[in-house]
């Protein structure tokens, strides 16, 4: 399967300095290089480097109709998005999106083509509580519960635990190797085809660390939010993913 580096600009940038990012991005070959731009620089990127792949950061779980300031995925793939976040901790925290919302947003995503990449992941108060692995598979299972197993074979799914996005403080390697290999036993375990199932890491990735953590055997690539805003980082963790490092 192509391995994914997938940059999450968050709600970062402006026309000037999109386009001074556009300009010094160049495409790494052996992996898929995505960036999740805010809705309103799809237009701007509809003119960027060859083989930089597109996605947005949300998706509303309606086709179409009186849902104000929402975005449907039929508009995302018209603006050529192959890819769209959904669940990201920092909705599910800060907009209260909870788990089958999640689902039903993976759904509309999937309904108009598009691969939604599905966050999952625990607070630190989880992990220390020992109930990192419940917490996932309880998010997961929700996914399933709308998708069902052969869906859910069809989404992206990134481990992002909370509490190392934009910490600086990424999970170690053990850490991300546990939990990759309990998210691809969890699908197995539910009857889904695990092994087509890209699973990215996402927390606090920088060019020091994304070879290590990009070598595991379940990570299949990254999530990568402040990095991904510095062309020289984002394409030098994208090189670590393409095994160029
Ligand atoms: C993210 O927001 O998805 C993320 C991984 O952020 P950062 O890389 O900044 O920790």
């Not at 237009?43 to 009186?66: I, K, N, W």
């Not at 990568?224 to 994208?238: E, K, P, Q, R, T």
Request: charged content about 20%; overall charge negative; some cysteine.
């Amino acid at each position: 399967m192509t391995r994914l580096v997938a940059g999450n600009w968050k709600m970062n940038g402006c026309l000037a300095a999109n386009r001074r990012l556009l300009d010094e991005l160049v495409v790494e070959a052996g992996v898929e290089m995505a960036v999740c731009v805010p809705f309103p620089y799809l237009a701007q990127l509809q003119e960027r480097p060859a083989g930089l792949v597109l996605g947005a950061q949300d998706v509303s779980e309606f086709e179409a109709g009186a849902y104000t300031g929402e975005v449907s995925a039929a508009m995302l793939a018209e603006f050529g998005c192959r890819y769209v976040i959904v669940g990201h901790s920092e909705r599910r925290a800060l907009f209260a999106e909870d788990d089958l919302l999640v689902g039903r947003k993976a759904h509309a995503a999937l309904a108009a083509g598009l691969t939604p990449i599905v966050c999952v992941g625990e607070t630190l108060v989880e992990r220390d509580e020992g109930r990192a692995m419940a917490v996932i598979g309880r998010q997961l299972g929700a996914v399933l519960e709308v998708l069902g197993r052969v869906a859910m074979a069809r989404v992206v799914l990134a481990y992002e635990p909370v509490w190392a996005i934009g910490s600086g403080r990424s999970a170690t390697v053990a850490q991300v190797e546990d939990v990759h290999a309990g998210i691809r036993g969890w699908l197995r375990e539910q009857g889904v085809a695990a092994d087509a199932v890209r699973i990215l890491y996402g927390g606090s990735v920088k060019p020091e660390n994304a070879a290590g953590l990009f070598a595991l055997a379940d990570v299949d690539g990254g999530l990568i939010g402040g990095a991904s805003l510095v062309a020289a980082d984002f394409m030098a963790i994208c090189r670590a993913e393409a095994g160029g490092v």
